[in-house]
């Protein structure tokens, strides 16, 4: 059976001096989620807001195809949003 992870491709979209994005980065981190860091001005960042994912409120977390969370991430959200055998 596949790591549900592998299925997600958990993608942060940072900007620089976001006390935001580090809270985002510390409760990921925290939760044991693997994720990818793109900085907003990567021409990633602009690939997928060309997709429609809304990069401009920090951070935003993409699952690879939509919004998980954005802003003020929460461990709420994230539980809601994440199949539980991926949220430690």
Request: a negative charge; aromatic letters at 4%; charged letters at 30%.
């Amino acid at each position: 059976m596949a790591d549900p992870l592998d299925v997600r491709d958990l993608v942060l979209v940072v900007s620089a001096d976001c006390h935001l994005c580090d809270e985002a980065r510390a409760l990921l981190s925290r939760l044991c989620l693997p994720f990818r860091e793109v900085d907003l001005e990567d021409d990633e960042a602009g690939e997928l807001a060309g997709r429609g994912v809304p990069v401009v409120f920090f951070p935003v977390l993409v699952d690879g195809e939509q919004v998980i969370s954005y802003g003020d991430i929460t461990e709420m959200e994230l539980r809601r949003a994440l199949p539980l055998e991926i949220v430690a």
